[in-house]
């Protein structure tokens, strides 16, 4: 599966970016799918993460009630909506598809090439 990962930028504190995921190679229907991030001189982290079905999605504390993660089976895409952004989610962004509904990084097999979330404040 390749993922391509779009819909970065630089928005002010306070705005709304959309992220979205395009999956190719495969189908995404049968993954988990999820959204981490890395800030500069961080290590990555979770963000939010979305069964294969769409019935269940978890979130980090951090953007919950913020974020809302979603997924097109038909379009082999997946979606981050980021509302009420905050500077402190400066950050590349990462999609990830793996087997398990999970936060943790290692239960992703791929990787899409992140896309650079600016917050100014």
């Known amino acids: 599966v390749q993922l391509q990962a779009s819909g970065g930028g630089l928005v002010q504190a306070g705005g709304s970016l959309k992220l979205s995921c395009v999956a190719s190679g495969r189908t995404i229907s049968h993954y988990a799918m999820g959204w981490f991030r890395q800030a500069p001189e961080k290590e990555r982290e979770f963000v939010g993460t979305?069964?294969?079905?769409?019935?269940?999605?978890y979130y980090a504390d951090s953007v919950k009630d913020r974020f809302t993660i979603s997924r097109d089976n038909a379009k082999n895409t997946l979606y981050l909506q980021m509302n009420s952004l905050k500077p402190e989610d400066t950050a590349v962004y990462y999609c990830a598809a793996g087997d398990l509904f999970s936060r943790i990084p290692r239960s992703y097999d791929y990787w899409g090439q992140g896309t650079l979330v600016t917050v100014s404040s």
């Open positions: 979305v069964r294969w079905d769409s019935a269940y999605t």
